[in-house]
């Protein structure tokens, strides 16, 4: 990837990045308030964010794709959380080996902006992810300054506009359910002011500087819609109605239809 995984682990483990981290995390929450039960799946460095579902979620899953020159151990599978129905491993973005339809929520963070195919690599999570299933993606924002700050892992990869992401994931199936721009803290590190007025910061300027946002997040959800009938009538009811009737030898009229009936 752009940063090594240790330096991701050394950006959240930063005082900026704990701020990040908890400005996120509660954005994140307002999107998912109630993940019981559920299976989980973070790509891209989701550790940070997936930790605090591990004890309420059916399974949750974190998976790291596999770049050139990034090592492959002999065992990519390891274990991540304190029991092991929670894992974490290393995978070809386009060849997860997770079944398909088996994902409840997806989480995307320092993922999308990071790929160089990003049809294929939304087909893939389409793939996993449960009819009404919903993916959270998270990216920076072109406009933000935080896109700028290439001391920080979202100073990398390819930013997106709203319109750019929302136009790439309409394009691959997903409907779009809400968005929203977030991290007006300013990437300025070792500031104590914005270490204290972090959370001030972030609830004042959404309102007054909205354009500025660090990341979009926007929230997608599978359909699978019923097909039509051979006939072309829409109607699925009606196209087995008339089949009933022609295998007993009743006559349907040209213009039969069920309103037709009198009872």
Known sequence: MYFSISDLQNFYDSDIGNIVQGILQSHIDEFWEDLHGLRILGCGYALPYLTPWCDTAERVIAMTALKPRQCLPDNVIGHWCADSKNMGFISDEFSMPIENSSIDRILLVHYLENSDHIHETLQ???????ANGRLLVIVPNRMGVWARADWSPF?????????QLGAYLRDNMFVQERHKAALFVPPIPDSPIMMKSANLIERMA????????????????????????????GSAVLAKTKE??????GVIPQNFSPKNEKC
């Open 124 to 130: 893939e999570i389409w793939r996993v992810l449960k």
């Open 155 to 163: 100073g990398h990869g390819h930013p997106f506009t709203a319109s």
């Open 206 to 233: 959404g309102n007054i500087f909205p354009f500025v946002a660090g990341v979009h997040m926007m929230e997608m959800s599978k359909q699978i819609y019923a097909s039509i009938d051979k006939t072309g009538t």
């Open 244 to 249: 009933l009737l022609q295998g007993s030898g």
